[in-house]
Structure formats: C-alpha cells, structure tokens
C-alpha cells in the first residue's frame, strides 16, 4: 500500500516478515500490477531468483482519493504482466546548470465543509470579518535552495466564499498580501471558490516567504466568512535532496547562476545485481545533473521521459562535506528525475491480500455487507430472514474490495458488485453493517473508523457532501432506487447485537396499531401540523393516532406527550418540523440526551422523520438522533428513515404521502421506501432530495406491523 510520491522498494526481508516467501522465485516472473494495468518494476537479485539481499522497485503514487490516501499496487506472480524498468548504463559528463519547480504549501487539511464547492471539503482556516473589522492569516512559507534563475515563481491564493446574503451586493472581498503589499484582491458572491494569485522574482537565498489573506469586511454586509483553502507558491529550485531524495518533475536546463559546472569522479565500479531481463536504453548525453545534499553514497537514480522510467546504473556520488552530490547522467531537458539514499527509498506498507472467496454464486435475495467485525452476529437476523423464504448471504466488505475495487476501500467497488448481485444472485434486499465518518484520512486525529464508506453527493445549493447510501440501491444510473437498502450504522459489537434483538423483537405481529405523531413549530406560510395530518391520512387501515403538535400544545406539552406516548410503544413514529443532526425542532422536543428516557417502553416503533439532517451518519466524533434512537438501548426505534442534509420541505411533502400510503402491514419497510420513490419519479418527480437525499438506518427486509 502506497501513501508517499516515489520509487518505493519491496525487500525480500520485508516481504518475509509480512508471510510472503518469494524465495525461487525467477525474477522474470515477478510483475507488479495497479488497477489491474502493469507497473514498470526493477528487480535486483544476485542470481536471477529472487532470495535475501534481494528487492523490487518500482515507481508509486498515493491514491487521491476521499476514502483514503494509500493505493494498492499488486505484487503478483506472472512473467506476462512482468515490465521491466530500462538500464541505461551509459557515464555522467560535466554537470548542467539545472532547476525544476517546487512548491511550498500551507494547505492542513483542519475542518470539514460539507459546503464545498471544490473537489476537496476540507479546508485550513476560517476567517469571519465583520463589518470593516479586517480578519486575516499570516503565513511563513518556508523555502529552500532557491534557483537564481529569470523565472517567475507563482503564488495562488485559494478560498471558498460561505456565507450568502440575499440582495445584490457582492457577499465577498479578500485579498492577498506580501510582506505587507497587496498583490491580489477578488470579489464573490455565494458559495464560490475565489482564486488569488500573482507572479514575482525570488531572492536566490530566500528562506522564508510572508503572505497573509485577508477578508476585509467592507461588502456592506454585516459579516463575510470565507474558508482559506490553500496558499500555494511554486518557485525555480535547484536540485538538492532533502530527507534523503529528490523528486525533479520537468527538470530544465539553463542559465542557473548558483549552480556551477562541476565534473564527476571518475569511473567507478557499479557491481550491478542484474536480474538479467534488463534492457539497455539508448540515450545519449555527455553531460549530467548534479544532485546535491544526498546524506549517503549508497543512491539509486531513476529518470522517466515521457512514460518511460529507465534506471540510471553510473550515476556517480562525490563527497561534498558533510553531505554527497550526486552526478545523474543522460537527463533531458523535461525529464522527471528522482534520485535517493538506498535507505531513503519508500518501504511501502505490506498487505497479503484475503483468500480468494465465493461471493458471486448462488442466490441472495437478501444480500449483508457487512465488516469482519460484525459478521459473526448477525445470525438471529439471518435465521429470521430465512424463514421468511429469502435466501440469504453475508459478504465481508474486504472481498467486495479485492474483486471488484483493485483492493482499495471505495463505495464504487460495493455498488459495482451491488450491479452485479442484482442481475446475477437474484439480489432484491441489501443491508450495509457498520458505520461510517467523513474523516476517511484521521484529519481530525481522533481515530474514527470507516467499516462501510458511503457516498457523497450534492443535494442543493448549499450542500455538497450528503452522505447518501440510496446511491448504492441505484444499479442503472437513472437516479432512482432499484434495491431496498438499509445500513445499521454500528461501531462496536454490543451495538449489534442490541439492535439485530431490536429488529427481531420489532417483527413480533401486534393486535393493533397506533402511531405517534409529532409537529414542530410551523413557519409562516407552512404548516407542519397540518402537513402531519395530511401524512397520517394515507396510512392504510386502522391506527390509533396521537398528535403531539406544537402548535396547539406548546413546545412544553408536546415534548411530555411526545416522551410519554413513545414509552408505551408505538408502531409508528413521524416527526415533521424542523430538526438538526441531533434534535426535533430549535427548543428541542427531544434530542440525543433524551433518548435514554424512553427507557421501558414495551416494543420499539419506526420512526420517520420529515426535517433536516435526521439520519446524518458519518459524524467522527458524534452520533445523531437516528443513530441514538438505534444503538443506545434496547428502546428508542427499529429503523429510522429521514433527510442526511438540509432539504427543502416541498420534497417532504412529495415523498410523506407516498411512503405513509405504502405503511401496511406485512410490507418490507425497503420496499415501502423504494417503491414510494419510483412511484414519484413515474410521476416526473425525480429530484436528488426525493429519490436520494434520505438514509433507511435500519433492516430493509424488516417486517412492518
């Protein structure tokens, strides 16, 4: 696995200690593969096998990715896939003045916008200015072995405008400052991303670089807040290895006035460990780069002209005090060179990849994704579901990666095998075991683990990242489900084995039904009770119904009715008003804190929550209302389906009476929910909040009652 730009080196000791013997082994049979496509490798042996003292190298990138920075590269046995990296053996001449650019970043990955209209929803800083009261950010950008060169280096500023005031003025203004001097400014409007950048002439012995951002606070607005992304200086630098490498992308020659000519040491022995299928690349080039601050004499040197690596065989270190240069020979103008301290060299992370399993045969109406962690607790359900006439498998998330995602973590991988189940295993219910967090890459330093990883998606205008499993149920691209899907959102296993009881108790038929239902405070122009009313009025059959409305009771009534009525265990719960992650209504009827007080209740309902961000699950340091409701204890709901972002409430009032109409007896609450919105989209009615925008945490196959 992958995480650092480089040559990376596999060797044989490592590879054993990881429980991978390759000792025998030919060299010409070891390949390595990204993503199933051959990577040109290098192999060193003393014999033409593969044994102690032995090693790969090969060339790697990290993974840029949400889910994760490592990328899987593929250490495999066939001499097909086998590409071998060129030896161009050919001596270093005199050295050429040379440079390539280099960048010097403040770019800290520190909060999260789930607002971001950038590929990116994390940023480093956010600045709130109030009306003519400048706020900024004062940066030192740190700079080394600047080229003395007449090329411009390049400074870029970039920023997310967040808020956005109605009427006609521009919400925006920041600017960009060097060492005190306004080089940029740039007005916005919205959420927008603002570019600032400028070009200017370094000192070749510049160390340190001051630049500051700055909102200035004089939009006529009474406050402006923008995120500060990234700033970004890309400047001329010579070649000098730091931490033991160097990484020349497009190295240039010319007239670099602190890089004198300087001749290599004669000619040495390079004792070579060929593997025997190397290839002598034919370049011609009398003269060489020279590499300083190398820490060893003991270097490889790699060069790639266009996609073609070739290894570097009599590139020739020289003591230079304390440190080494180092003489690269036949280097192109636009070359990408990289040079390192055999020790130096990335060791990537080392992974045996699961035994092959069966996860394509045989039916599965009812489909488990599911984390290692939680696979072995699921029985109860499973049983249930069986006797119910669905056959039934489990399948660890971890297999759906290695066949179907290149080994990497990727909810892609899950909704391509989700493609095939469906055509091929008969697949009609699919349940996701395990939570999620948004902070695939620990940003935030606080260890919150992906089992399941969600996708993401824009619901609005104002939200960019809404976490939306329904993605997964939608097998033909037209935006609407196919599959009923649910996800149990658990961490631990005591959090699964109470809800699996949950579940499983929830099923038990009922003599009667009574549902619950809650309104928060009405808007001008939108009532929610009513609208409540209107919901309840589709559901099928007999219910006894308890309204716990705002608006004729009060917030203080309401809630005691609310706590009261949901203790004697309702079939059904609805809420329609406003709502956050972690609350029913702004003086809240009920929040995470209160769901321990309907401890006792004699059965546990489904709750469906008409508001904003109820079912918002990929929180790293905190659970919301739908997630207490489910995991807290063995009382709070069976299921929980609602909005995982701010939503509008015409899609509530579209999607409510669909889905209330469908709440009958003996109906799989997947279905209800799935069949709901095709009914919708057969009616024109195919927008991302209707068709996407809400999570089913719970069973899809569960049993109404």
């Not at 399948?395 to 080994?407: E, H, L, P, R, S």
């Not at 919901?535 to 409305?549: E, I, N, V, Y």
Request: hydrophobic fraction near 45%.
């Amino acid at each position: 696995m992958v995480d650092r730009l480089g040559f990376q080196r596999l060797r044989y000791e490592d590879l054993l200690a990881a429980g991978i013997d390759m000792q025998g082994l030919a060299d010409s049979e070891i390949a390595i593969v990204r993503q199933q496509l051959p990577v040109p490798r290098r192999v060193v042996s003393a014999s033409g096998n593969f044994g102690p003292g032995s090693y790969v190298d090969f060339y790697g990138e990290p993974r840029n990715s949400l889910y994760g920075a490592e990328a899987a590269y593929m250490l495999v046995q066939s001499a097909a896939l086998a590409l071998n990296i060129a030896t161009d053996a050919r001596a270093p001449g005199p050295s050429r003045p040379a440079w390539a650019m280099a960048s010097a970043d403040y770019a800290p990955e520190n909060a999260y916008n789930f607002a971001s209209p950038t590929a990116d929803p994390w940023y480093a800083d956010r600045l709130l200015a109030y009306a003519n009261a400048p706020v900024g950010k004062t940066l030192h950008l740190s700079l080394s072995a600047v080229a003395d060169i007449a090329i411009d280096a390049e400074l870029s500023g970039n920023v997310i405008g967040v808020t956005d005031w109605p009427g006609l003025g521009l919400d925006h203004h920041v600017r960009m400052e060097v060492a005190g001097q306004m080089v940029a400014e740039a007005r916005a409007d919205g959420i927008s991303q603002i570019e600032l950048s400028d070009r200017l002439r370094l000192a070749p012995l510049s160390t340190d670089f001051e630049v500051r951002v700055e909102a200035t606070g004089d939009t006529g607005f009474a406050f402006d807040v923008v995120n500060l992304e990234a700033i970004r200086l890309n400047y001329p630098r010579l070649a000098v290895a730091e931490s033991g490498s160097w990484l020349g992308q497009s190295v240039q020659f010319g007239a670099v006035a602190n890089d004198p000519v300087q001749s290599p040491p004669g000619a040495i022995s390079t004792g070579l460990l060929a593997d025997g299928f190397e290839e002598v690349a034919q370049v011609s080039n009398a003269s060489s780069l020279r590499v300083r601050a190398l820490t060893s004499s003991d270097v490889v040197a790699y060069a790639r002209s266009g996609s073609q690596w070739r290894f570097l065989a009599d590139a020739r270190s020289q003591s230079a005090g304390a440190d080494w240069d180092v003489f690269v020979p036949t280097v192109n103008s636009g070359d990408d060179v990289f040079v390192a301290d055999a020790a130096a060299l990335a060791r990537p992370r080392i992974e045996i990849l699961p035994t092959p399993v069966d996860i394509q045969s045989g039916n599965a109406n009812y489909l488990v994704i599911s984390h290692a962690l939680f696979a072995d607790h699921l029985a109860p359900l499973l049983s249930l579901r069986q006797a119910q006439g669905l056959s039934t498998d489990v399948v660890n998330v971890a297999d759906i990666y290695a066949q179907f995602g290149n080994g990497e973590p990727d909810p892609e991988a899950i909704r391509a095998y989700l493609r095939f189940a469906a055509a091929g295993r008969g697949t009609r219910y699919v349940l996701l075991v395990g939570g999620d967090t948004y902070d695939y890459h620990n940003y935030l330093g606080i260890g919150s683990v992906s089992y399941v990883p969600t996708f993401y998606r824009p619901t609005s205008a104002v939200v960019s990242y809404a976490p939306l499993d329904s993605v997964f149920a939608d097998t033909d691209d037209d935006g609407v489900p196919d599959l009923a899907l649910g996800r149990l959102p658990v961490r631990t296993v005591d959090e699964i084995n109470r809800l699996v009881d949950k579940i499983v108790a929830a099923e038990v038929p009922t003599a009667s039904r009574s549902a619950l239902l809650v309104s928060g405070a009405s808007d001008t122009g939108n009532s929610f009770s009513n609208m409540s009313d209107g919901f309840a009025a589709q559901l099928p059959g007999t219910w006894s119904l308890t309204p716990a409305d705002v608006d004729n009771l009060g917030v203080s009534a309401a809630r005691q009715l609310l706590l009261q009525t949901w203790r004697s265990g309702p079939s059904l719960v609805s809420y329609v008003g406003h709502s956050a992650p972690g609350q029913w209504t702004f003086d809240p009827l009920i929040n995470v804190g209160d769901v321990s007080l309907l401890a006792g209740s004699p059965a546990v309902p489904s709750v469906l929550q008409w508001g904003c961000w109820n079912t918002y699950f990929v929180s790293p340091s905190a659970n919301s209302l739908g997630q207490a409701l489910l995991l807290q204890g063995s009382y709070g709901a069976a299921a929980v389906f609602g909005a995982s972002a701010l939503t509008d409430i015409s899609n509530h009032s579209q999607l409510g009476p669909e889905l209330m109409s469908g709440y009958q007896r003996g109906v799989r609450i997947g279905d209800a929910v799935r069949d709901a919105r095709r009914r919708l989209a057969a009616k024109g009615q195919r927008s991302v909040e209707t068709q996407q925008g809400s999570n089913l945490l719970g069973d899809p196959a569960m049993l109404l009652q």
